[in-house]
């Protein structure tokens, strides 16, 4: 019988912590390198789980190529997922969404997957796992240029969200090429994609899964991601 074991996810005991305060906001960022004690293991565990398209009628991921939820538990993980939520953020969260990340740079992808995003829950974050970092890719964090937000206000104001550009999400299939800066986006933070490193963040920052255009067309770009419920 092949049963569930969550010492998949056990974590080494030597990673590296670094907490940095990122924009205007001075949103802080946790990253831990090394993470998983047998990051092999955790890449073999989640490449038997099938994949599941981002393009849907009810669309799935703000990317291109396929993202899976999961309901196993995720053991030490776990356990510091929610230390760093209390210790750091101060704040509490009732669980996590956990979904393999899988961004395909040769496929297409939702027009409106090319601009930063927000996500539901209070602190997101994702673990890289892919077989070889291609240059510039990871987490990329954005201000709105008009307001200089870094974070909307939090409230369903149609007008608000018509100026991000969110009151009619852009639903044309395009090429992934999702934006760095332009007249009204800038950049302010690239959490880089590093082999088996975590980055938490909160999931109110304007962001977005960054890829340079002409990567990731020959293999996936592999992550485990959290988001708070
Ligand atoms: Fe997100």
Redesign the pocket.
């Known amino acids: 019988m092949n049963r569930f074991d969550p010492s998949i996810f056990d974590l080494n005991q030597d990673c590296k912590l670094d907490i940095k305060e990122i924009g205007n906001l001075k949103s802080r960022l946790i990253t831990v390198e090394n993470i998983f004690k047998d990051p092999e293991r955790v890449k073999a565990f989640l490449d038997n789980i099938p994949l599941i398209d981002c393009i849907q009628p009810n669309p799935k991921g ?1 990317y291109p190529g396929y993202q899976t939820y999961f309901s196993y538990e995720l053991g030490e993980l776990q356990n510091m997922l929610n230390y760093y939520v209390e210790e750091t953020f101060e704040t509490q969260v009732r669980g996590w969404n956990t979904a393999y990340q899988c961004v395909d740079g040769a496929k297409k992808v939702f027009d409106q997957s090319n601009f930063p ?3 539901g829950g209070q602190i ?1 974050g994702n673990v890289f796992l892919s077989d070889n970092v291609e240059q510039g890719s990871g ?1 990329r964090f954005y201000r709105f240029k008009q307001t200089m937000e870094e974070s909307p206000i939090a409230n369903n104001c149609m007008y608000r969200k018509d100026l991000y550009g969110y009151k009619q999400p852009k639903f044309d299939i395009v090429d992934f090429n999702p934006v760095n800066s332009n007249e009204q986006w800038e950049s302010y933070f690239l959490a880089e994609e590093k082999f088996n490193c975590l980055n938490m963040y909160e ?1 109110a920052l304007f ?3 960054y890829i340079e255009s002409g990567t990731y067309t020959t293999q996936l770009r592999k992550s485990l991601s959290f ?1 708070s419920a």
């Open positions: 703000f995003h927000t996500d997101a987490t999931g962001h977005s899964a988001l």
